[in-house]
Each structure stands twice: as structure tokens, then as C-alpha cells.
């Protein structure tokens, strides 16, 4: 009777802390992906709307990957990496801390590659990783991983000529700067990759599983 009473007070403990609280506010990583609606509304009462604006997209692109019920490991790197975006512009992050731009180009691909994998299952284009039993089909998601994430790479270096061209932003931009950041992002790819690759080996699922 009191070993049932003490594991069901640490079961309570462990839910309290880890999470599986309510469908709509799950666990700590869904209240970090809650402090971006926070900072956009903090930034839009002191009259800064871009940083307003930015983080409020961001967090929209959050509550999309949040219908994919990734497990969550990948959601919490999603968060981190477009965090690492959206939080550095807000606050000035790329200006005021050296080498910050370096790591947004490689955390950007390394966390959006499983996202993206996992819209493409959802989408029925590819098959569940936890499946694949053979090594070439293991290394074919690290293929995945770097095609995609090239994609990425280079889609954010559009963007950075955009605000830069556009809006006046004072990053510094070139063809050099160019080919280091796609450089990065194919390291960041490949890491989403591994990632990937270590996941189906082990054959865990690709769904967010309960946590008791």
C-alpha cells in the first residue's frame, strides 16, 4: 500500500515536471513555444513592431509543426532553431554576440530536416524511418537530410538579401559570406541527418508517444 502511494505521488512529480498536462498546453517545450507569443506582444507595446511581427509568424510556423505530433525531441529543436532566428533579430542577437549568424546557419537546417521529414510521412511521400531495416535505406535519410537542408540553407540566404536589399538591414552580405553560410547549413544538414539516421536505427516512433 505505501510503495502504490509513493509511486503514484512520483508519477504525479514526474508528470508536473516532464508534462502530458492538457491537449492544449502539453508540456515545457509547448510553453516555450508560447513565450514567442509573449515577446510579440511585449515588443508590440513598446511600439517595436518588426520584432513584434516576427515573433508572432514565428510562433505561427511552431503551432503548424505542433499539429504534426512530432515526438519530443524534434519539436523541442525546432523551437531552438528557428528560435535561434527570431530571438537573435529581436534582440539583436547577430550584432551584439560574434559567430551568432554561424550558428542560426547551422541550427536553422540540422532542426528543420526532421520536421520536414515528418510533414513528408504525414503526406504519405516517404516511408516511417522506424521501419527501415536496411543500411543503405538508413543512409538514404542522411541524403534526405542534405537535399532538404541545402534547400533551406539557401532559401535563408534569399531572405538575408531581402532584408538586407530591401529593408535596409545592415548585415553583412557577399559572395564569401555566401558560400561559408552554405556550408554551414550543409553541415547543419548533415547533423539533421545523423539525427535521423540514429532514430530509425534504434526504431523509435516518429509520433509523440504518451509519456506514462
Known amino acids: 500500500m505505501s510503495s502504490d502511494l509513493t509511486a503514484g ?10 508534462g502530458d498536462w492538457h491537449p492544449l498546453l502539453r508540456d515545457p517545450v509547448d510553453l516555450l513555444r508560447l513565450s514567442f507569443v509573449a515577446g510579440s ?11 513584434a511581427v516576427t515573433l508572432a509568424a514565428t510562433f505561427l510556423v511552431l503551432m503548424v509543426a505542433q499539429r504534426l505530433r ?7 529543436l525546432f523551437i531552438i532553431g528557428l528560435g535561434s532566428s527570431a530571438w537573435g533579430n529581436a534582440l539583436n542577437l547577430f550584432d ?11 541550427l536553422l537546417p540540422m532542426s528543420s530536416v526532421p520536421v520536414l521529414y515528418v510533414l513528408s510521412l504525414r503526406l504519405g511521400l516517404v516511408p516511417d524511418l522506424a521501419e ?8 538514404g535519410l542522411v541524403l534526405f537530410a542534405q537535399m532538404n537542408g541545402l534547400s533551406i540553407a539557401a532559401l535563408y540566404e534569399i531572405y538575408e538579401y531581402v532584408v538586407v536589399n530591401w529593408f535596409g538591414s545592415d548585415k553583412e ?12 547549413g550543409a553541415g547543419g544538414a548533415l547533423a539533421g541527418g545523423v539525427i535521423l539516421m540514429l532514430w530509425s536505427a534504434a526504431h523509435w516512433p516518429t509520433e509523440r508517444q504518451p509519456l506514462f
Do not use: C
Not at 551584439?96 to 547551422?106: A, G, R, S, T
Open 9 to 18: 505521488r512520483g508519477r504525479r512529480l514526474r508528470q508536473a515536471v516532464l
Open 41 to 51: 506582444v511585449v515588443f508590440f507595446l513598446r511600439g517595436e513592431v518588426e520584432p
Open 70 to 76: 512530432m515526438p519530443r525531441l524534434f519539436d523541442l
Open 96 to 106: 551584439e554576440i560574434d559567430k551568432w549568424d554561424n550558428l542560426v546557419h547551422f
Open 132 to 139: 527501415a531495416q536496411r543500411p543503405r535505406q538508413r543512409l
Open 173 to 184: 552580405i557577399g559572395y564569401s559570406d555566401t558560400i561559408f553560410d552554405l556550408t554551414l
